[in-house]
């Protein structure tokens, strides 16, 4: 069985910074891409960034020059180093990864964390 667990959201101050971790465990053979998604109050989920296995990186519009994800491949992990936060990038995050399992090849989801950013 395969958990993505995710940790690092909070609350923070419009312009601060935040780094979310997401650590894959199980029977994992090898991981794919990874991403984070996030989901505002009353919005559909949205892709915020991705990285592959080789470390090349992608990141939607809104966030481009303000978050940075990463991954330790020896460690199952993935970050996203979130700077110069603005009130809209409130939501609940999500990591996702594509990997092999002992079962499967497929997706598979953390529980999410909030990150809330207010005054």
């Known amino acids: 069985q395969v958990q993505l667990v995710e940790s690092g959201g909070g609350l923070v101050q419009p312009g601060g910074s935040l780094r979310l971790s997401c650590a894959a465990s199980?029977?994992?053979?090898?991981?794919?891409?990874m991403a984070w998604y996030r989901q505002a109050l009353g919005k559909q989920r949205e892709l915020v960034a991705t990285?592959?296995?080789?470390?090349?990186?992608n990141y939607a519009d809104s966030v481009r020059g303000r978050f940075a994800i990463s991954r330790d491949n020896a460690k199952n992990t993935v970050y996203l180093q979130m700077n110069s936060l603005k009130s809209e990038d409130t939501a609940v995050y999500y990591c996702n990864a594509e990997l092999m399992s002992a079962l499967r090849r497929g997706y598979h989801w953390g529980q999410g964390t909030q990150v809330t950013v207010s005054s």
């Open positions: 199980g029977s994992i053979m090898m991981i794919y891409n």
């Open positions: 990285i592959t296995s080789g470390g090349s990186t």
